[in-house]
């Protein structure tokens, strides 16, 4: 009787650890909010397969990740669409996302506001993504973030 305890904490240990066959992945996905320098990031949805947002037209297609951003310090921030990378599932990166929720790109967040940004990336027709590093600005090297399990 005194093998049962054991067997549940070594059985409960093989699951949290991932074995048994189920792939196990590691930090921030989608939905979940992360802490970026100034900002608090959460990527909130994501849209494959997108010819055509507005006037502009992909010259593969577009994958938009949807963001809800909320400033943590006591100035108003911008945050850019261009700051952000993503990844595909064949190592590819793409930069220079454009922000369907503005002209120029920048969206200015007040102190303590959160706002939500749809940036979106012209990737090859082929491609499936994989993550997206969120930035407080060009000059971090941000956090990771998995779009697809």
């Known amino acids: 009787m005194r093998l049962f305890p054991v067997t549940v904490v070594v059985a409960v240990a093989v699951v949290a650890a991932g074995c048994g066959g189920v792939p196990h992945h590691s930090g921030p996905s ?13 990527v909130t ?3 494959l397969g997108v010819p055509k947002t507005g006037t502009r037209t ?3 297609t577009f994958v938009i990740v949807n963001l809800r951003v909320r400033n943590m310090v006591a100035v108003p921030q911008p945050v850019y669409c261009q700051d952000q990378t993503l990844k595909d599932r064949n190592g590819r990166r793409y930069d220079n996302a454009v922000n369907l929720d503005s002209h120029t790109d920048r969206t200015v ?6 706002v939500q940004i749809k940036c979106a990336f012209d ?19 941000g956090v990771t973030v998995t779009l697809l399990r």
């Open 30 to 42: 989608l939905n979940d909010e992360v802490r970026v320098g100034k900002f608090m990031f959460t």
């Open 45 to 47: 949805a994501i849209s």
């Open 58 to 60: 992909a010259q593969g």
């Open 109 to 114: 967040i007040q102190p303590g506001k959160a």
């Open 123 to 141: 990737v090859r027709k082929d491609s499936l993504p994989d993550s997206v590093t969120l930035r407080d600005s060009q000059y971090t090297s």
